[in-house]
């Protein structure tokens, strides 16, 4: 089986968030970590070679430090590292990201691809699905369980309050949870071999089947208007109440700022 | 001498810190006031190859440096000085000297599961009359048919009770020198846990690392196999000088993460700590003491990197790791004792982890070679 694990290098949070004048992030200057639910499809990938045996390709794109958070996952355990890196992919939206990926994944074999739900920088949850549409095969999102059953995928869907059983037939694509499991820890010899294996580089002469208008900041439909960073909120106030005098209390609040 | 740590090592400490952080700091206290093992902790380090870091990959390890091993001893003992030293035994006392001076059968046999983290280690050279002068051994070994008998005992052994193999020194012969001097002849032996005839005496009530496995070791006619004679017969002394050379290596590092642990807390605790309507790390006291413990530590830490890339590179490093051993343990004590000061009464109390660490960090100065142990070391290879 071949799986092919789209992750992305996102800013840590703990780090604080900078932005370029265009409103786009200053991914340069920020410190960096594999995205969550990216991190928790490779842990699903990896299990999934450690059941049935795999070879497992992570894939990203980003600036050539993104070869970092490639280094990581295959000091976890993925076998193949790709960059797709170049001046034209910058300043990408969803469609322009996922048109890229997919012209990446083109040049692969696969049977499975897996991606986060979505990224901490960006919250779109767009990207999975999107080349699962340019690849022109099936896509089960938010999945909190994944098994294989001969050339098929059996995979939870998770919902608020339930969650679906879908099968669907390899190849296809799934985006996982955070919640879907707990990612294994790296090992460090794993580090000293990934820091001694290749990491393939590819630009936009490596991508098959997509077109420039598709690509890059002029390739996005949506354009960032303003981005600001969150306005911290107050500690709140905190009150200890038995619950019928804390109803009222909330309700009296919520009539004072004419909420209700 | 490169002062920047490549990439592959950066990568190294992030994981090393973020499984302290995550598994190791919640049970540190618990570890220190129970006095409780943490054998799901160490479950864990197995599972991530930490008991393996610096054995190479044929024999179950993870094909790594000495650095990248003193490293994670450091990120562990910055958390907690009790796991710390858990790896540091294990690995430099243990694995160590099978993977030096082991058979072939004797690696496959041992080494491979220690190094996977299937097995724990110890090593037992201290006796009760046998500390310092190492010569004092009275634990004896004699050959009979096909296997040796050990008799004796041997004190403060780290993981004592919890390993799994041991490395253990015995007398297996007294000679007569030029000089008409009796002198004691060392041999090493593997000994496996179960092995009739050895059994735990008492569990040390300790000042500090109070959830390491600190035991007697006892033997009553205890029978080993021949082929678990560790190097040659009658070498036994130099092969635990060596094994001591590179482990003070992990407790220079055990010593200098208690140390750069505490100056992170008492970093934390003076911006927060407001007295006379300010924070304390405003007073210009409190300001030079955090500057001279944050240049004492850099200073331990490139000592301690520098013995670890000579055991790499170097054939001997034992003036490298004395020094390293010697400052990082007096750096430990020092920082440590600072730490408590800055914090104060809350600094004397055991909810706060700079109290913990100032009584971890004493065991620093005395084993694997007491601080003049390792003057001594030093001054004899200057003035030899």
């Not at chain 2, 971890?360 to 030093?378: C, F, L, N, P």
Request: aromatic content about 6%; charged content about 25%; hydrophobic content about 40%.
């Amino acid at each position: 089986m071949k799986i092919v694990v789209c992750i992305k290098q996102v800013p840590d949070t703990k780090g604080g968030v900078k932005f370029n004048p265009d409103g786009t992030l200053d991914r340069g200057a920020m410190l960096t970590i594999m995205n969550p639910d990216d991190k928790a499809g490779l842990e699903a990938a990896l299990r999934l070679k450690d059941q049935y045996g795999a070879e497992v390709t992570v894939l990203t794109m980003g600036l050539p430090k993104a070869e970092e958070v490639l280094r990581e996952a295959m000091a976890m355990g993925a076998d193949k590292g790709i960059l797709v890196t170049d001046r034209v992919l910058g300043g990408a939206d969803t469609w322009a990201t996922s048109q890229t990926l997919a012209g990446a994944i083109r040049n692969l074999e696969y049977d499975l691809i897996i991606t986060g739900r979505q990224a901490i920088d960006g919250d779109t949850a767009q990207v999975g699905p999107q080349i699962s549409e340019h690849l022109g095969i099936p896509v089960i999102s938010y999945a909190q369980k994944i098994e294989i059953e001969g050339d098929s995928v059996i995979v939870e869907r998770q919902f608020d309050d339930r969650y679906h059983v879908l099968k669907a037939k390899m190849p296809c694509l799934i985006t996982a949870l955070a919640e879907l499991n707990e990612p294994r820890y790296m090992t460090p010899g794993g580090i000293f071999d990934a820091y001694d294996a290749d990491i393939t580089v590819w630009g936009r002469a490596n991508l098959v089947d997509v077109d420039d208008s598709n690509l890059g900041l002029k390739g996005s439909p949506t354009q960032i208007a303003k981005a600001s960073d969150k306005v911290r909120k107050g500690a709140g106030e905190k009150v200890t109440l038995d619950p019928t005098e804390a109803v009222d209390y909330i309700v009296e609040k919520l009539k004072a700022k004419h909420v209700i | 001498m490169d002062f920047m740590l490549d990439k592959k090592h950066e990568m190294a400490r992030t994981l090393f810190k973020e499984f302290a952080e995550k598994e190791v700091k919640p049970l540190a206290q618990e570890v220190d006031e129970t006095e409780v093992f943490p054998r799901g902790t160490v479950e864990k380090m197995a599972k991530a190859g930490f008991l393996g870091i610096p054995v190479p990959k044929e024999y179950g390890g993870q094909g790594c440096d000495p650095l990248t091993y003193a490293m994670c001893v450091e990120e562990l003992s910055k958390v907690c000085g009790t796991t710390g030293v858990i790896v540091s035994a294990h690995t430099s006392l243990c694995c160590d000297p099978i993977q030096t001076y082991g058979t072939e059968e004797q690696k496959q046999k041992y080494l491979v599961p220690l190094a996977k983290g299937e097995k724990l280690g110890a090593f037992g050279l201290t006796e009760p009359g046998a500390g310092t002068d190492a010569q004092g051994q009275q634990t004896k070994a004699v050959l009979d048919g096909d296997e040796w008998v050990l008799n004796g005992s041997k004190i403060f052994i780290t993981n004592g009770k919890e390993a799994d193999i041991y490395v253990i020194f015995a007398v297996t012969s007294v000679v007569t020198d030029a000089k008409g001097r009796s002198k004691k002849m060392i041999s090493a032996f593997i000994v496996e846990k179960g092995t009739p005839g050895f059994t735990f005496g008492t569990k040390e009530k300790k000042m500090g690392i109070r959830g390491s496995s600190t035991y007697e070791l006892i033997f009553t006619d205890c029978r080993i196999p021949k082929e678990n004679l560790l190097g040659q017969e009658g070498k036994g002394f130099g092969i635990a000088m060596h094994t001591l050379d590179g482990g003070r290596i992990g407790i220079a590092a055990q010593a200098l993460g208690l140390a750069e642990g505490a100056l992170e807390r008492t970093i934390e605790y003076v911006k927060e700590r407001k007295q006379f309507g300010r924070a304390i790390g405003a007073f210009q006291n409190t300001q030079f003491q955090i500057a001279d413990m944050a240049t004492k530590v850099q200073a331990a830490q490139y000592m301690v990197y520098r013995a670890a890339m000579a055991k790499a590179t170097q054939k001997t490093y034992t003036v490298e790791a004395a020094q390293a051993k010697l400052y990082a343990a007096e750096v430990a004590m020092e920082v440590t004792t600072k730490a408590v000061q800055l914090h104060g009464g809350y600094g004397y109390i055991r909810e706060y982890d700079v109290e913990r660490m100032m009584r971890d960090a004493k065991i620093t100065e005395i084993y694997e070679g007491t601080s003049e142990v390792q003057r001594m070391v030093i001054s004899s290879a200057l003035l030899k």
